[in-house]
T-cell receptor
Framework: SQTIHQWPATLVQPVGSPLSLECTVE??????LYWYRQAAGRGLQLLFY??????ISSEVPQNLSASRPQDRQFILSSKKLLLSDSGFYLC????????????FGDGTRLSIL | AQKITQTQPGMFVQEKEAVTLDCTYD???????LFWYKQPSSGEMIFLIY??????QNATEGRYSLNFQKARKSANLVISASQLGDSAMYFC????????????FGSGTRLSIRP
């Protein structure tokens, strides 16, 4: 069966520090991969998605970036965090077709001080 | 452009009653999919049910059913015999079957079940 791992679960970072969140998927090949951010009590905002290695689409211009160095690995990064980057970050994967649901990791709660 | 609207920010329902969560959508795509997800307070997103725009019958999964009215562009979630464990945020979402596999989400409805 397929599983998705996302870490860390919780992260507290100072303003201006770098960020690296990692997500890996097991049990499937060539998944679509996604990064979302969720503000408290709000819906999900799609940040990045990838349909293959090295292929990244950005939905929201900001100081975050994403990379997909391997088929089942998706990384969210920042060189300098802002206070507005605080939130709940969720990684997800789906099979190639649009009628397949997304399956989510457990999320990372990021607090910027 | 696609859009999902959930007009109920919060709902309170008595345990064992049925509840309907509203979702309307807008899209110019001919083929699309509609999803419902549950997010408990722990934060994980749990897939509940899927309806394709080409499906003539409403989708059902256990106590969950999707009331799909294509002409009205609505995809309401019905939960029968609600339980205390159903208390959570519920999100409606839509994908396009014609292009890249993005899914957009509504703003969610917080459902609280009273004992």
């Amino acid at each position: 069966s397929q599983t998705i791992h996302q870490w860390p679960a919780t992260l507290v970072q100072p303003v201006g520090s770098p960020l690296s969140l990692e997500c890996t998927v097991e049990g499937t090949s060539n998944p679509n991969l996604y990064w979302y951010r969720q503000a408290a009590g709000r819906g999900l905002q799609l940040l990045f998605y990838s349909v293959g290695i090295g292929q990244i689409s950005s939905e929201v211009p900001q100081n975050l970036s994403a990379s997909r160095p391997q088929d089942r690995q998706f990384i969210l990064s920042s060189k300098k965090l802002l206070l507005s980057d605080s939130g709940f970050y969720l990684c997800a994967w789906s099979a190639g077709q649009g009628d397949q649901p997304q399956h989510f990791g457990d999320g990372t709660r990021l607090s910027i001080l | 452009a696609q859009k999902i609207t959930q007009t109920q920010p919060g709902m309170f329902v008595q345990e064992k009653e049925a509840v309907t969560l509203d979702c309307t959508y807008d899209t110019s795509d001919q083929s699309y999919g509609l999803f419902w997800y549950k997010q408990p307070s722990s934060g994980e997103m749990i897939f509940l049910i899927y309806q394709g725009s080409y499906d003539e019958q409403n989708a059902t999964e256990g106590r969950y059913s999707l009331n799909f009215q294509k002409a009205r562009k609505s995809a309401n979630l019905v939960i029968s015999a609600s339980q205390l464990g159903d208390s959570a945020m519920y999100f409606c979402a839509m994908s396009s079957l014609d292009s890249a596999s993005k899914i957009i989400f509504g703003s969610g409805t917080r459902l609280s079940i009273r004992p």
